[in-house]
């Protein structure tokens, strides 16, 4: 296997792992729902497309014709993460959770949770 | 060299799973831990293909695209059903 191709992935492979565990440690360790909602939808979600970035250098190596399977996957996660993100933040409205002082925008929560629910 | 970035990636990927499942355990409330479980979904995506690359088949990649497909379905159900109270009206 070639050394570039070989470096290239495991460079993707690290990166993404990181962010997974960067997304995973500000959901276990941030102290309001709502910033907690940051770490997973967006670092998560990079890290996902990272690995799998890294999966289709390598299959399409391996194999000799060009894969997108994985980026498949990688589409349908960047499409659904900000879905669920955003019927996790209406639900936490809905429930009335609290919001710390140091988070921002506590002052557009009023308007928003005066809307209809879904 | 890859099979040392397999191995490191597989170590970040578990603690962040064990992470996880520490704040669906612990987690004050319900969206907390339906925040939880989709990320618990999510990072068993990821560690799905990295066993694909690893032993070096394409097999896997359909279980890895019908587990997104569930969690996002599942979350959703979950959003909908604490919201409303019912699923369909």
């Given at each position: 296997?070639?050394f570039?191709?070989?470096?290239v992935?495991?460079?993707?492979?690290?990166l993404?792992?990181?962010?997974?565990?960067?997304?995973?440690?500000?959901?276990?360790?941030?102290?309001?729902f709502?910033?907690r909602?940051h770490?997973?939808?967006?670092?998560?979600?990079?890290g996902?497309s990272?690995?799998?970035i890294?999966?289709?250098?390598?299959?399409?190596?391996?194999?000799?014709y060009l894969?997108?399977?994985?980026?498949?996957i990688?589409l349908f996660?960047?499409?659904t993460?900000p879905?669920?993100?955003?019927?996790?933040?209406k639900?936490a409205?809905h429930?009335?959770?609290?919001?710390?002082?140091?988070?921002?925008g506590?002052?557009l929560?009023?308007?928003?949770?005066e809307?209809?629910?879904? | 060299?890859?099979?040392?970035?397999?191995?490191?990636?597989?170590t970040?990927?578990?603690i962040?799973?064990?992470l996880?499942?520490?704040?669906l355990?612990?987690?004050?409330?319900r969206p907390?831990?339906i925040?939880?479980l989709?990320?618990?979904?999510i990072?068993?995506?990821?560690?799905?293909?990295?066993?694909g690359i690893s032993s070096?088949?394409a097999l896997?990649f359909?279980?890895?695209?019908?587990?997104?497909m569930l969690?996002?379905?599942s979350?959703a159900?979950?959003?909908?059903y604490i919201l409303?109270?019912d699923l369909?009206?």
């Amino acid at each position: 296997m070639g050394f570039w191709i070989e470096l290239v992935v495991s460079v993707f492979l690290v990166l993404g792992a990181v962010f997974v565990f960067i997304g995973s440690l500000g959901l276990a360790k941030l102290p309001d729902f709502y910033t907690r909602l940051h770490g997973p939808t967006k670092a998560t979600t990079l890290g996902m497309s990272c690995l799998l970035i890294a999966s289709v250098i390598l299959v399409t190596y391996q194999q000799g014709y060009l894969s997108l399977h994985e980026l498949l996957i990688t589409l349908f996660l960047l499409i659904t993460a900000p879905i669920t993100a955003h019927m996790l933040a209406k639900t936490a409205f809905h429930h009335k959770l609290e919001i710390l002082d140091k988070t921002s925008g506590r002052a557009l929560s009023k308007r928003a949770r005066e809307r209809m629910a879904p | 060299m890859l099979t040392a970035a397999i191995v490191i990636a597989t170590t970040l990927v578990c603690i962040s799973l064990i992470l996880n499942f520490w704040r669906l355990y612990r987690g004050p409330s319900r969206p907390d831990r339906i925040l939880a479980l989709d990320t618990m979904y999510i990072n068993s995506i990821a560690l799905i293909i990295l066993f694909g690359i690893s032993s070096g088949t394409a097999l896997y990649f359909e279980a890895a695209l019908l587990i997104a497909m569930l969690g996002f379905v599942s979350t959703a159900a979950m959003c909908k059903y604490i919201l409303r109270g019912d699923l369909i009206e």
